[in-house]
């Protein structure tokens, strides 16, 4: 299964193409595959995630950006606050993707 991430709001507001400037703030979250060191609260590129439920783990952040990619997800993300998602270059650049033996859901949100 494959999903195509835009912004996320927990709640169940649902996926939606974005393609906005983000401005730089204390409660942002960074997920990228760009060899970075990761270092949380990964607020800023150079220790950014790599990936995507690490970000979210972290209560300070009620943004996650998500650099372009394919993320694989082996267990399920769980957003149970309100907070956004978003694909940095929107939903035709960022996917997250199942692993092939797992069956759970990629995200589940509870907020």
């Known amino acids: 299964m494959r999903s195509h991430l835009g912004v996320i709001l927990a709640g169940g507001l649902g996926l939606t193409m ?8 204390a409660d942002t979250g960074h997920v990228a595959q760009a060899g970075q060191t990761p270092e949380s609260p990964f607020n800023s590129w ?6 995507i439920a ?4 972290v209560a300070a952040n009620t943004l996650v950006l998500v650099s372009n990619g394919t993320y694989t997800v082996t267990q399920e993300i769980a957003i149970a606050r309100v907070m956004e998602l978003r694909s940095v270059g929107g939903a ?13 859901r990629i995200i589940n949100m509870s907020a």
């Open 92 to 104: 035709d650049t960022t996917t997250i993707t199942r692993a092939s033996a797992s069956t759970n």
């Open 46 to 51: 150079q220790t950014a995630a790599s990936n």
């Open 54 to 57: 690490d970000a979210v783990a």
């Open 18 to 25: 974005c393609l906005l400037a983000f401005p730089a703030r």
